[in-house]
Nanobody, 124 residues
Framework: QVQLVESGGGLVQAGGSLSLSCAAS????????MGWFRQAPGKEREFVAV????????WYADSVKGRFTISRDNAKNTVYLQMNSLKPEDTAVYYC?????????????????WGQGIQVTVSS
């Protein structure tokens, strides 16, 4: 069982930056692939970024590539999402998620544990 708690969201102007953190409970954090997803009002939850267990490999949605950076610190049981050059279309509730399966998935149904979500609002 893993509990995930996001922090760092808020309101920012377009072009600005925000940094999200997701703290995980438990002693097996390094055994999970960690992802960030987001859901805007009236839209389905979508993949944003994922980092593998060691932190050595990352994948991004095309819409955020070059602007967002995912990273993890296994010693601190924390995964991060640095968001730069934010756009109004980045406005959404952001969720971190943990996947105990083999390999790396970009699909939300593959993830076993989810945080409660945190609001990110980008004003134009």
């Amino acid at each position: 069982q893993v509990q995930l708690v996001e922090s760092g969201g808020g309101l920012v102007q377009a072009g600005g930056s925000l940094s999200l953190s997701c703290a995980a409970s438990g002693r097996t954090f390094s055994s999970y692939t960690m992802g960030w997803f987001r859901q805007a009002p009236g839209k389905e939850r979508e993949f944003v970024a994922v980092v593998n267990r060691s932190g050595g490999n990352t994948w991004y949605a095309d819409s955020v590539k070059g602007r967002f950076t995912i990273s993890r610190d296994n010693a601190k049981n924390t995964v991060y999402l640095q968001m730069n050059s934010l756009k109004p279309e980045d406005t959404a509730v952001y969720y971190c998620a943990a996947d105990s399966g083999v390999g790396v998935s970009l699909r939300a149904p593959q993830y076993d544990y989810w945080g409660q979500g945190i609001q990110v609002t980008v004003s134009s």
